[in-house]
């Protein structure tokens, strides 16, 4: 079992920056691959970003690419989203997620879930 706790929301208007952090408590960190979606208000939930076990490898949403940075430390079995030049639409509940495998924007791939985070940006 693992497990996922999330920190580091807060409300900021738009164009300002946050920084999330997920902790993981558990065993093999480093054999996780991490994603982080959010869900906002009448949406379904959404991949924002994922970054593999090493973290060498990230991946991102279109609509955050660019702005979100994802990265994860093996060593301290942190993964955090750097999330810069926010908008309104970026406003969600952000989840942090661990993978064994499999196609990391896919939800289903995710075995563990954290109990999620709230970013409002206000405009």
């Known amino acids: 079992q693992v497990q996922l706790v999330e920190s580091g929301g807060g409300l900021v208007q738009a164009g300002g920056s946050l920084r999330l952090s997920c902790a993981a408590s558990?065993?093999?960190?480093?054999?996780?691959?991490m994603g982080w979606f959010r869900q906002a208000p009448g949406k379904e939930r959404e991949f924002v970003a994922a970054v593999t076990g090493s973290g060498l490898s990230t991946y991102y949403a279109g609509s955050v690419k660019g702005r979100f940075t994802i990265s994860k430390d093996n060593t301290k079995n942190t993964v955090t989203l750097q999330m810069n030049s926010l908008k309104p639409e970026d406003t969600a509940v952000y989840y942090c997620?661990?993978?064994?495998?499999?196609?990391?924007?896919?939800?289903?791939?995710?075995?563990?879930w954290g109990q999620g985070t709230q970013v409002t940006v206000s405009s």
């Open positions: 997620a661990a993978a064994s495998y499999g196609d990391l924007y896919y939800q289903d791939v995710y075995n563990y």
């Open positions: 558990g065993r093999n960190f480093r054999s996780y691959s």
